[in-house]
């Protein structure tokens, strides 16, 4: 049987955790769904100078790892002049990071698009960014829920990078109740919360995906 005894010297700790971890959860998955959208887009675009950006951009930050991002945002930054709060520097990399991935899946669902949507959109008088925001983007994101889903639990289960530049999330809890306390019971504790934020989140991505299947199916 666990003792969770250390609840009651660390439980604000833990509840201020918890709220950075939902606030940089929700900060990051808005970033990065906006830029995987603009850097997919570029990646299609058609216009090569935007296209070599694209591409440069997701094979960099998809292929370095997260936590030396975050320290190049954190350690870079001030170096610069720019002072930013352990919870945005972590959000900031958090975004780009996941954003690189967000990307993929977006182009993904565009190619997958019929061509004659696009256009038919132009013909209609829309321009290209028009048709991309009403008639191409809406049916590609229907087509990646699963995916995109996916990367928002990712997105969840690495915001615990905060700890490593003491953002004061749930993970950085855990390690500061664990310097006087049994680490076993504390992060089972911790991985329970995860469970409370991913598994709801899960769920959510199912219901789209069986709901938008059946409307395509009318």
Do not use: H
Request: no cysteine; charged share 10%.
């Amino acid at each position: 049987m666990f003792d969770f005894g250390f609840l009651e010297g660390y439980e604000q700790d833990f509840i201020d955790g918890f709220l950075t971890t939902i606030g940089v959860s929700l900060f990051a998955l808005v970033l990065s769904l906006a830029l995987g959208t603009v850097i997919a887009v570029f990646r299609i675009s058609g216009v090569k100078p935007l296209e070599w950006f694209g591409t440069a951009y997701v094979e960099f930050f998809r292929n370095t790892p997260l936590v030396i991002q975050v320290f190049f945002f954190y350690v870079g930054l001030p170096a610069l002049g720019i002072k930013l709060s352990a919870f945005l520097v972590g959000s900031f990399g958090l975004s780009i990071y996941t954003s690189s991935y967000i990307a993929e899946a977006i182009r993904a669902g565009i190619q997958s698009v019929p061509k004659g949507q696009m256009e038919a959109a132009r013909s209609s008088g829309l321009t290209y960014i028009q048709a991309m925001q009403y008639v191409i983007l809406p049916q590609a994101f229907k087509l990646i829920v699963p995916p995109l889903g996916n990367q928002f639990i990712n997105l969840v289960k690495n915001s615990s990078v905060l700890a490593v530049i003491a953002g004061g999330d749930l993970l950085y809890a855990a390690d500061v109740a664990g310097t006087e306390q049994d680490i076993t019971p504390i992060y089972i504790f911790v991985a329970v919360l995860y469970l409370l934020l991913t598994i709801p989140l899960s769920l959510g991505v199912n219901y789209l995906e069986r709901r938008w299947s059946k409307a395509g199916t009318r």
